[in-house]
């Protein structure tokens, strides 16, 4: 097939006859196309593109041009013709996994291990009315496939978001190293030590106070204090028994409920999260965080750090082809923050 292909690209004589063809036997003026040893999904556009123009690619060599030229165009049996069918229905399959992980923004490192999971247990599955060909195809995808993502941390990183105790393990030390940065330590030595430094202003003498009054006035921080005793002595305060509480106080009991700790409070956390519905494929998973932040903010935490990272390396690999597109001997004197503007408006630029 890839003999075959390659002769009609560097014959122009041959792509035009085959051309001739395609507007005869009515079927869509597509190019052929020749596989790249690299890009492996290019085998199947190559197969895929074959099969479309199978009844052109057999017509040309009629033509009496080819003929006089004297050249042999070896078409496929229809055993392999078959292959050929059997091997594009089993690679397409690989090639949408692929093509959905090459995306730039809503595939990320979760997506790895379940398609994975999909792809050796129910699509790359051998079944009883598949070919010897098919299942030696689907075997050795297999054992490829097997062989990845073995490191047991990786995987952990990998799964977070859904194994329940290291999602809550997770959650806990997230929560307190926002905690942690959140609180602000102040060394009360150095406090006293300013208090102590800064010298107030000369109290002014009001008409009918003394002076020995005025040094008596408490400080701000004194009748805090006392504001805040004074308060608690009438919350503590025992209240006069009333007519209701005495009929209906021991049924209408109120009780004061402790603190949960971090631990109980991540677990609540993951455990809701299991509840769940699962979100439609086509949405993005970021956007249902952001709209449910403030009911898992722990577990949110961790959906910012672990589903911001891309699946593939493809993103930036096209970033690295557009500075290569603009960055050109003609456009060499190019500042580099200049170079950054025109990349990033490439990148993000939707009219």
Sequence with gaps: MRRVVGYFHRSAVATSILREKQKLLQLPEHKLVIDVSTRWNSAVDMIS?????????????????????GKDISALSERELTYAEEL???????????????????????????LQHQLLNCIMKARDDDSALIKQVKKEVVNDFSTRYQDTCTKKDLTTLDAHHELTVQAVFSLSSVKSKAAVKVDTSEVAQSEATVELPALPNFPNESHDDLHTVPSPAKKMRQETKESESVMNKPTRPT???????????????????EQDICEAEVSQ?????????TENPLT?????????????????????????SVPSERVFSTAGDIVTAQRSQLKSEHVDRLI????????
């Design 344 to 351: 990033f408006l490439k990148k993000n630029w939707n009219p």
């Design 288 to 312: 249902w965080w952001r709209q449910n932040n403030e009911r898992y903010p722990s577990l949110a935490i961790l959906a910012k750090k672990y589903l911001c990272i891309p699946a593939t």
């Design 88 to 114: 594009v229905a089993v690679l397409t399959l690989l090639k949408i996994a692929t093509t959905a992980l090459c995306e730039k923004s809503v595939p990320t490192l979760s997506m790895i291990l379940p």
């Design 273 to 281: 999260y299991k509840k769940e519905l699962s979100i439609n494929a």
């Design 243 to 261: 007519a209701m509480s005495s009929l209906f106080g021991d049924i209408y009991m109120t009780s004061v409920q402790q603190p949960k700790s």
């Design 49 to 69: 593109r074959y099969l479309e123009q199978q009844p052109a690619i057999y017509a040309a060599p009629t033509s009496t041009e080819l003929r006089k030229r």
